[in-house]
């Protein structure tokens, strides 16, 4: 699936509310960086609007069909977003939550004195 990301121009990865960030959305936006998906799924959390990603709400067709018209005109803002989101992507690698944690820990061992 790597490779199909890596050559789309963009991914369109909608979802009805309610179902929480998508490893799909994370995924694209490693290989790809240019992802429109929906708000209120948590998806807010990595993506800032036009420079992470593109974000629509949820059943708007409207929306959605405006954005993909611009993405498949406009092959800067294809690019523009591809840094922003491979950046926030990176903060959801199994090191990065690894790296937090014994952060979290050794500052709780810190703080109890303990060694």
């Given amino acids: 699936i790597n490779d199909y990301y890596a050559h789309a121009d963009f ?20 290989r790809n960086g240019t992802v429109v998906t929906t708000l209120d799924n948590g998806n807010e959390e990595l993506i800032v609007d036009g420079k ?3 974000l629509i709400p949820t059943n708007d067709f409207d929306a ?13 803002k294809r690019v523009v977003v591809r840094d ?22 050794h500052s709780l061992v810190n703080a109890s004195g303990r060694q």
Avoid at 64 to 69: A, Q, S, T
Avoid at 88 to 96: D, G, P, Q
């Fill in 64 to 76: 959605l069909f405006r954005i993909m018209n611009m993405l498949a005109a406009d092959r800067t």
């Fill in 52 to 54: 992470s990603g593109y």
């Fill in 84 to 105: 922003g989101a491979k950046m926030s992507a990176e903060s959801c690698t199994w090191a990065h939550y690894t790296e937090q944690f014994l952060f979290i820990c």
């Fill in 11 to 30: 991914c369109v990865l909608p979802s009805f509310q309610g179902e929480g960030l998508m490893s799909t959305v994370v995924e694209a936006m490693y």
